[in-house]
Nanobody, 114 residues
Framework: QVQLVESGGGLVQAGGSLRLSCAASENIFSFNSMRWYRQAPGKQREFVATITSRGVTNYADSVKGRFTISRDNAKNTVYLQMNSLKPEDTAVYYC????????WGQGTQVTVSS
């Protein structure tokens, strides 16, 4: 059973930065892609960023230029560097991994105060 464990969330003021981590229980090369999603209170879960096994990245328009997804294959970890945070970035952030199946982490709370 694949496990994904997110960490790095917290409370930050608008304009600040956080780095989220997603540690996988197995080699992340086994996944076609790894993604970050987020879910704000009362809203649907939405896509934030993705990175493929070849390192190709893609972002939601709302975070382009502010967030950066990266991977450390040696540590089986994917990161989400979040800069210039806004109150509307407040959400639970989830890590997602995909091969023949889809796996989810438990989420980490990010709260941005104005």
């Amino acid at each position: 059973q694949v496990q994904l464990v997110e960490s790095g969330g917290g409370l930050v003021q608008a304009g600040g930065s956080l780095r989220l981590s997603c540690a996988a229980s197995e080699n992340i090369f086994s996944f076609n892609s790894m993604r970050w999603y987020r879910q704000a209170p009362g809203k649907q879960r939405e896509f934030v960023a993705t990175i493929t096994s070849r390192g190709v990245t893609n972002y939601a328009d709302s975070v382009k230029g502010r967030f950066t997804i990266s991977r450390d294959n040696a540590k089986n970890t994917v990161y989400l560097q979040m800069n210039s945070l806004k109150p509307e970035d407040t959400a639970v952030y989830y890590c997602n991994a995909n091969n023949f199946f889809t796996y989810w982490g438990q989420g980490t709370q990010v709260t941005v105060s104005s």
